[in-house]
């Protein structure tokens, strides 16, 4: 126990109560909240909310003299909401909760973050949902989006096929929108043979800011699971930076463009399925797979390899990078190249070219694709020479698909397939991650 400590708990206090502290010797006497320590406070700082609502951390001295003034409020907990009975008329939909900024509430008082845990808590938080549809709440896990991994994925993808095979009409995602597209991407080719509505949304803001699009964002989910006939998995967030729609991406063309804008996602070389009005109105814009009448059981394809890498190119760049992971095992790589597909190949300087070794990568059975950085457009290796010698080496030109898209559908391959087939299926178009012809009508954010 810290000398801090040791004089609170002396005194009596906790977090959240209101305290002064007082210093002969700094001539200082202050009043606030007791805040709770974080992994970045040193053992001999404590830190107060002062009444004009700042923080401030005070280092602690040996006269230094603590008075509890007021007891803190009691920790936050969502008010509790009945669960109504089912209603016959209304479609049923399975909703799947992961974690994310979604599911959860910062308590200003001590700075900690709440997650929802029950059903009867969602429904409080947005009421709205239960004049859609008649929903079923499973919470899977309660981690953030970058702590996840293809295994998560795979949990996600198998109670995704329990819950339509069980008579849902659609199912509801939600989860952590950093790796959003990610995680799109790999429900999109572990659901073959999907036949309904999955849609994964999220929020930017938490659920007690005036600005969250949490509320909107989970109300037009529902909506299009429980009604739309698009047997696809796609991302429903925010299409502009006002209340006014959501738009549906398909999973495989989506990516997060902004940190923080409500309006993050986009669809990349592609169009929003659809949109979502305010008053929750279906608004289609663009092709997509139906429905189909006849319904056979979904058994995901689940199977992921683990040793794909995602690489960058870039002037100066060592292609030894190649090496490493050949040399660790990796059975592919997908390289973020320039332009239309482009790594450093004929130099003028020696060890600047990464040709060698994609070459030596792809006669040891390493899978190679190439994407680009720029995001919007697609690579093509018959362009310029350097492409075709890349190509001639045996990198497998990606067409619009992103670099994120790419590589998921990567690892999906090899978990599935062996490494021909990989070959073969890498750049044919699966469930809808290439366009034809790249579709778009704007291209920044």
């Known amino acids: 126990m810290t000398d801090i400590e040791a004089m609170l708990k002396k005194a009596g206090i906790s977090v959240g109560d209101t305290i002064s502290i007082e210093s002969g010797s700094r001539n200082m006497k202050l009043t606030g909240e007791l805040m709770p320590r974080t992994e970045n406070n040193k053992s001999d700082i404590i830190v107060i909310k002062l009444k004009n609502g700042y923080n401030t951390g005070i280092r602690y001295t040996s006269d230094m003299r ?3 003034i007021a007891q803190g409020k009691k920790e936050f907990t969502f008010p509790e909401r009945a669960e109504k009975h089912a209603v016959e008329k209304k479609p049923y939909i399975q909703l ?23 059903p009867s808590e969602l429904l409080y938080e947005v009421p709205e949902l239960e004049g859609i549809a008649n929903i079923e709440v499973k919470q899977l896990f309660n981690i953030a ?11 996600i993808s198998k109670h995704v096929a329990e819950a339509l095979n069980s008579g849902k009409h659609g199912v509801v995602v939600t989860t952590g929108t950093d790796t959003m597209h ?31 699009d949490a509320f909107l964002n989970l109300a037009c989910a529902a909506e299009l699971a429980a009604y739309s006939d698009i047997a696809e998995v796609g991302i429903c967030m925010h299409a502009s930076s006002s209340d006014s729609k959501c738009a549906f991406i398909r999973g495989t063309h989506a990516r997060k463009m ?23 109105k279906i608004e ?24 794909v890498a995602l690489v960058k190119a870039y002037p100066n760049s060592d292609p030894g990078i190649i090496d490493y992971y050949v040399g660790k095992g ?13 790594t450093p190949v004929s130099v003028q300087h020696e060890g600047f070219s990464w040709l060698p070794q994609i070459k030596e990568a792809v006669e040891k059975g390493v899978v190679v694709g190439m994407t680009s950085q720029c995001i919007y457009g697609r690579v093509n290796s018959n362009v310029y020479r350097n492409l075709r010698l890349l190509s001639n080496a045996g990198a497998i030109y990606c067409e619009d698909m992103t670099p994120e898209t790419a590589y998921v559908k990567l690892g999906w391959l090899l978990g599935n397939y062996d490494s021909e087939k990989a070959k073969e299926l890498l750049g044919k178009n699966l469930v809808g991650e290439i366009c034809n012809r790249s579709n778009y009508d704007e291209f920044m954010i």
């Open 66 to 68: 603590f008075e509890k």
């Open 96 to 118: 799947l909760y992961t974690g994310g900024t979604i599911g959860s509430k910062v308590d200003y008082k001590t700075g900690g973050v709440y997650m929802l845990l029950k």
């Open 145 to 155: 989006s970058e702590d996840m991994s293809y295994l998560e994925w795979q949990e």
């Open 182 to 212: 990610y995680i799109s991407a790999a429900l999109s080719f572990m659901l073959q043979g999907l036949n309904a509505p999955v849609v994964i949304t999220g929020a930017q803001r938490s659920s007690d800011r005036g600005s969250s």
């Open 258 to 280: 902004h940190t923080s804008r409500r309006d993050a996602f986009r669809a990349i070389n592609d169009k929003p399925i659809a949109y979502v009005s305010k008053d929750l």
């Open 284 to 307: 289609y814009a663009s092709g997509y797979k139906k429905i189909a009448n006849q319904s056979k059981e979904l058994k995901p394809l689940t199977g992921f390899e683990r040793k």
């Open 330 to 342: 990796y059975k592919g790589i997908i390289i973020e190249g320039t332009g239309l597909g482009h």
